[in-house]
């Protein structure tokens, strides 16, 4: 590099995120530049992201809070970065995760290169068929309840560069401007709208759920697409014992799972002859419920199938995962 710096980041680094960015379009931040304003002096931008990000001096703005409504009711925040600070973000994003794709669960499926949330549904119905029960897990205000300091044990485990630590910790703690321009500090949770953030909610989910289940429950399978997660057990016994367990997983997290929206669901079929209060459940814009098919014989039966959820989500995915 023709400049001294504290860290040796390529231009070329910053230069291939701006071109990420641009393709995945996106609305300006609290600075109020949107893509093409910042395409409009594209040179001196990008030299300015580089030259304080490499002299350590990068320090982001505030994320601005966007409030959508949630399909299930209620609503969602958001917090969208700045068109200069998503460009940062994915510098190091796109150093981290090749690294973290290596030890990723193969199912975990959310916002992960090669897989998607139908591959999460094909596994699902796969599952169903060979299993008799769920667990259906809402884990309550995740990207809200991140624990920091949790989260960046588990980062230290993958990478030990000082500028990505530095960079990860600012904006774990960055705060979100109000409307009316107030700004909201933190102190858990990553804005959910960053583009590092889903990443981070990922190894956050792999060593709370994903190692954990491998090391404790090594004969149960689930399918996890970002924090919502589905269960398969051969028993009601063994789901209310292991829901149990779950339970205490995630408060030794630091989070906790939804009471009403947490649920043991039986996959009811012509097979199964028994009975429960809940036989069916919502994964990713499907409803999952016994339904009347066609068998290959040319025979009605009852089977335990996914089907798009109406009039909740019209276009085959949820809100979240659009």
């Known amino acids: ?24 379009k996106g609305a300006a931040g609290v600075d109020g530049i949107s893509i093409s304003d910042f395409e409009a002096d594209l040179k001196n931008n990008l030299y300015k992201i580089w030259n304080r990000m490499s002299s350590g001096s990068y320090f982001p703005p505030p994320v601005m809070r966007v409030t959508i409504p949630k399909a299930s009711g209620g609503e969602r925040h958001l917090g969208v970065p700045t068109v200069a600070d998503r460009i940062a973000q994915t510098v190091v994003k796109r150093v981290l995760e090749p690294e973290l794709e290596r030890i990723f669960h193969p199912d975990s499926y959310g916002y992960r290169p090669g897989k998607s949330a139908h591959d999460a549904l094909a596994q699902t119905r796969q599952r169903c068929w060979q299993y008799d029960w769920i667990i259906d897990l809402d884990v309550k205000g995740f990207f809200d309840n991140i624990d920091h300091e949790l989260m960046m044990k588990a980062v230290r485990k993958h990478t030990d560069s000082p ?19 107030s700004v909201e500090k933190r102190d858990k949770g990553t804005p959910q709208g960053g583009v590092i953030s889903p990443l981070l909610a990922n190894l956050f989910l792999h060593y709370a759920f994903d190692v954990w289940m491998k090391r404790n429950h090594p004969s149960i399978v689930f399918e996890r697409y970002a924090d919502d997660i589905i269960v398969h057990c051969q028993s009601q016994r063994e789901a209310e014992e292991l829901l149990e367990a779950i339970k205490e997983r995630m408060e030794a997290v630091q989070l906790e799972l939804h009471p009403d929206k947490t649920k043991i669901v039986y996959c009811k079929d012509a097979r199964r002859t028994g009975d429960h209060e809940h036989v069916k459940f919502d994964f990713l814009g499907y409803t999952f419920r016994p339904r009347k098919i066609k068998t290959r014989q040319g025979k009605y039966s009852v089977g335990f199938t996914p089907a798009i959820s109406n009039p909740k989500f019209e276009n085959g995915t949820a809100d979240k995962h659009r």
């Open 163 to 181: 500028w990505m630590l530095l960079y990860i910790e600012r904006w774990l703690k960055v705060g979100m401007m109000e409307e009316g321009g």
């Open 1 to 24: 590099m023709s400049e001294t710096k504290s860290f040796e980041i390529p231009r070329q680094w910053v230069y291939d995120a701006w071109l990420d960015v641009r393709a995945n």
